[in-house]
């Protein structure tokens, strides 16, 4: 059955139909031997050719989706150049195949995040549109106080524009030491926003753990380098979740 060339890509779970196109328009794909860099070619994978970086295209199998809880100092890549570890290597060598990280967690932090080879889910999952909320425990440095925490909630001006309004609150503020913890859900991901939205209030930001992904959270057993398995009701719900913006 024929179907456009970036959805037979993410099908086979080489990356989001987004980050197909981009390969299509660089001159990384090629069908039947043709390079191709123009959007909405057709294609049968069971019938035509198709290379990305001189790789042909693997039949696509059975999706499998992964929630895996990073620990620090470890990279969201596949492959690294310094040989760091990567969010990969956590999972048996068996089950690394095909998959790809739907977003991005720094390098610094840890927490959730999924690994999957269903491009349609990575696509509503990380599209700017679907504003999928994520759920953070942040730790700034000092005692933050009211007025810094209603300019998170509200949105804070940043070089690449205001945050959309965020859900913050501080977490047992009666026991906390010199510094602060608060819980922040987040429904944009724009790179190193939460270290820089901390600055921009003033409260410099020491320790990032996410704990949820949409309805999906972490519970008390998931630990960094833990994993499991999604279930198929899970992931209908991860593809239901969050609002599209008009």
Not at 64 to 78: D, I, M, Q, S
Not at 132 to 154: F, Q, S
């Amino acid at each position: 059955m024929k179907k456009r060339l970036q959805k037979a890509i993410a099908d086979a779970g080489i990356a989001s139909r987004r980050a197909a196109e981009k390969m299509i328009s660089q001159g990384q794909v090629t069908v039947n031997g043709e390079l191709i860099t123009a959007m909405g070619v057709l294609v049968d994978p069971d019938i035509d050719l198709i290379t990305v970086d001189g790789e042909p295209l693997a039949q696509p199998g059975k999706k499998r989706t992964y929630l895996v809880y990073k620990p620090k100092g470890v990279l969201c890549t596949r492959d690294d150049p310094e040989g760091r570890r990567t969010i990969y290597e956590i999972l048996p060598e068996e089950l690394q195949h095909g998959l790809h990280s739907a977003g991005r967690l720094d390098y610094s932090a840890e927490g959730l995040i999924i690994l999957t080879n269903d491009g349609d889910l990575t696509q509503r999952l990380t599209h700017p549109s679907t504003h999928i909320p994520k759920t953070y425990m942040v730790k700034v440095r000092g005692k933050i106080g009211e007025a810094a925490l209603r300019r998170l909630r509200n949105g804070v001006e940043l070089d690449d524009g205001k945050t959309l309004p965020a859900d913050v609150s501080p977490v047992d503020p009666g026991i906390q030491d010199k510094n602060s913890w608060i819980r922040m859900v987040l429904r944009e991901g724009r790179k190193n926003q939460i270290k820089r939205m901390g600055e921009a209030v003033g409260y410099p930001v020491l320790e990032i753990i996410r704990t949820g992904i949409g309805p999906i959270e972490a519970g008390k057993r998931m630990k960094p380098g833990a994993f499991r398995k999604l279930s198929s009701s899970e992931v209908e719900i991860l593809r239901g979740f969050g609002t599209r913006s008009r």
